[in-house]
């Protein structure tokens, strides 16, 4: 367990360099808290004035005079793909978001010739919810998709009231509706719903005084930031599983996960770089938990230098791929892995994914540009 004992801050760190960062509106207490804790400032969550969101703030008595816009000049919250814009842009060294970059931010990085390195350090609950008076307390995942797909359309059907859905949605490139067509939707097409798309976070929750409303939105959001308890909009359970005790099992089916995302080819010995290794430490787990997030156990060497760029090795073995993130070229790149003995167990031309089949144990990949070694990863499966 975490203990204040335990924290370290970034030397050098202070109001003059810290980066610019960026975020979506569900990761902006956790950027506000980030940036507290690492220039001793005092904070706490307190009661907004517009609607009934919460807020990390800050102490102004622990910012100096020349400093007092500090906070609203470099935590910045233009959403999720605003952010992503951004960082493409070269506007932020660093974003906080719910995903990972969308394929209309992919085209439009790969026009500037920037690539990304994004990493997962905390995982959350993707909620569906409903009006207070809906007698529907869950749904399975396929009865979601169906409602999404028009295939279901009345509550009825899935044990309710015999009344019309009405479907709302967020959205495209919001982080939210990203989110909910990768991790809920998967290979299905949603039905657009024009007339129904919630322009804010936020705005979820008024629009469900509707009684046959169902929307989404994130745990840690809803529960803390959002400050809406179940009381007063319910979530639903998916599959039987309610999110609250399941999402460090990761038993509870929609679990999306905060990511921090760089550019590739940022100085490594910038303040930003910095930040993003430290937001990957031990002593950023009590703001991580403090926000409503699991943290994550994140690999510190998974980042590699080539030509001068740096690349991310993130091993999925749930999934059995090896990811391979912040390369722009993979033509004349190749890699091996080889076995505890120094076998090799696996080969072939380098892309972004790699499908594996290695043994438990002790193996190492190893990238090669024209037969020359110019990365290693010890990859460890257990």
């Excluded at 005092?42 to 907004?48: N, P, S, T």
């Excluded at 979820?204 to 959002?226: V, W």
């Excluded at 550019?263 to 303040?271: A, E, K, V």
Aim: proline share 4%; charged share 20%.
């Amino acid at each position: 367990m975490f203990s204040q004992q335990d924290f370290q801050g970034i030397n050098g760190i202070n109001f003059d360099n810290y980066p610019r960062v960026d975020g979506s509106t569900s990761a902006s207490g956790l950027n506000t808290m980030v940036a507290c804790k690492l220039l001793g400032i005092r904070y706490a969550w307190q009661q907004g004035i517009i609607e009934s969101r919460v807020w990390c703030t800050h102490c102004e008595e622990d910012i100096p005079e020349q400093y007092r816009n500090f906070l609203s000049e470099r935590i910045q919250i233009p959403q999720t793909h605003g952010a992503f814009v951004n960082l493409i842009d070269g506007n932020a060294d660093i974003i906080l978001t719910h995903r990972t970059i969308s394929l209309d931010e992919k085209v439009y990085a790969d026009a500037k010739g920037v690539s990304l390195i994004e990493t997962p350090i905390a995982s959350d609950a993707f909620d569906f919810v409903v009006n207070l008076n809906n007698p529907v307390k869950s749904l399975t995942v396929e009865q979601v998709q169906k409602i999404y797909t028009g295939e279901i359309t009345n509550w009825s059907e899935v044990g309710g009231n015999n009344s019309q859905i009405k479907v709302f949605t967020r959205p495209r490139n919001s982080g939210s509706e990203e989110v909910f067509r990768i991790l809920v939707m998967k290979d299905l097409e949603p039905l657009d719903f024009p007339e129904s798309i919630i322009s804010s976070m936020a705005g979820i929750f008024p629009e469900l005084r509707d009684a046959d409303g169902i929307c989404y939105t994130f745990n840690a959001y809803k529960e803390l930031q959002a400050n809406v308890p179940d009381s007063f909009v319910p979530k639903i359970a998916i599959n039987g599983i309610f999110p609250e005790t399941t999402i460090k099992n990761r038993t509870y089916p929609f679990i999306p996960e905060v990511h921090i995302a760089i550019r590739s080819d940022l100085d490594q010995n910038s303040m930003a770089y910095k930040l993003y290794k430290w937001l990957q430490t031990p002593s950023c787990k009590s703001a991580i938990e403090e926000c409503g997030f699991i943290p994550l156990e994140t690999s510190e060497n998974s980042i590699k230098q080539i030509n001068n760029r740096y690349i991310q090795i993130l091993p999925n073995f749930a999934e059995g791929i090896i990811e391979i993130r912040g390369i722009d070229d993979y033509n004349n790149l190749t890699y091996r892995i080889y076995n505890s003995i120094g076998q090799i167990v696996q080969s072939g031309n380098l892309k972004q994914t790699i499908d594996i089949s290695i043994r438990k144990g002790i193996n190492i990949l190893t990238i090669m540009q024209n037969q020359q070694v110019i990365a290693r990863e010890k990859i460890i499966l257990k």
